[in-house]
């Protein structure tokens, strides 16, 4: 079975800064996807990143990097020059095998100070 | 393409009722997937369909819970003698094995509330 973990309830940040949100999980699997998904109030959760664990090299998007350490099985998601629009609960979350279903942690929720 | 839509957005019920929700995937869209969030909580995995076929389902989904995906587009959820306990929100998402590899698209949700 797949646990993922997200002990920090809350952050914060301001805006233009760089804010990084923590992710653990815990696996049996050699084969599994990571995923950081953004839900904002009262709107559809979006996939903002995505990480192949067979993959050494980070992910980016834009904005939006991830810090994979595959030994210590953290998941960490970075996001520089935060805007207003980045406030929402970020979720992490994994699976095993290509669109299978996800196991996510609890979310953190993500305010951006003007 | 206009994403994968829910129906109701919002239920309200009373307990012992049974109550009915339809998703609609993106088009083409093989998986189809539900989930159940609680306020405070990350969305927790109830069932998935490949095409018609229910493929898994969670021990979450006691025997009150049924899903079907007849003709392998929508699905519908429906909570039989519903209680206290079932109030959340239910999200459905939808994947292709061949288009956006490994991203399931998630619908607003029905949220529901059990008097």
């Known amino acids: 079975a797949q646990t993922v973990t997200q002990s920090q309830p809350e952050m914060s940040v301001q805006e233009a800064e760089t804010v990084t949100l923590s992710c653990t999980y815990d696996?049996?699997?050699?084969?599994?996807?990571l995923f950081w998904y953004k839900q904002p109030p009262s709107r559809q959760m979006i996939l903002v990143i995505r990480q192949e664990a067979y993959k050494q090299q980070n992910a980016t998007e834009n904005r939006f990097s991830v810090n994979f350490q595959k030994a210590a099985k953290s998941f960490s998601l970075k996001i520089s020059d935060s805007q207003l629009g980045d406030a929402a609960m970020y979720f992490c979350?994994?699976?095993?095998?290509?669109?299978?279903?996800?196991?996510f942690g609890k979310g953190i929720t993500l305010s951006v100070r003007p | 393409d206009t994403g994968v839509s829910q129906d109701p957005r919002h239920k309200i019920t009373k307990r012992g009722q049974n109550v009915t929700f339809r998703c609609d995937p993106i088009s083409e869209h093989n998986r189809l997937y539900w989930y159940r969030q609680t306020l405070g909580q990350g969305p927790e995995f109830l069932t998935y369909?490949?095409?018609?076929?229910?493929?898994?389902k969670s021990r979450l989904l006691s025997d009150r819970f049924s899903a079907e995906r007849p003709k392998g587009s929508f699905s519908t959820l429906e909570i039989q003698r519903t209680e206290q306990g079932d109030s959340a929100m239910y999200l459905c998402?939808?994947?292709?094995?061949?288009?956006?590899?490994?991203?399931?698209?998630f619908g607003p949700g029905t949220r529901l509330t059990v008097l």
């Open positions: 369909f490949q095409n018609e076929a229910q493929l898994e």
């Open positions: 979350a994994s699976n095993t095998g290509a669109n299978s279903k996800l196991t």
């Open positions: 998402a939808s994947s292709s094995n061949t288009l956006s590899y490994n991203e399931q698209f």
């Open positions: 696996t049996s699997e050699s084969d599994y996807y």
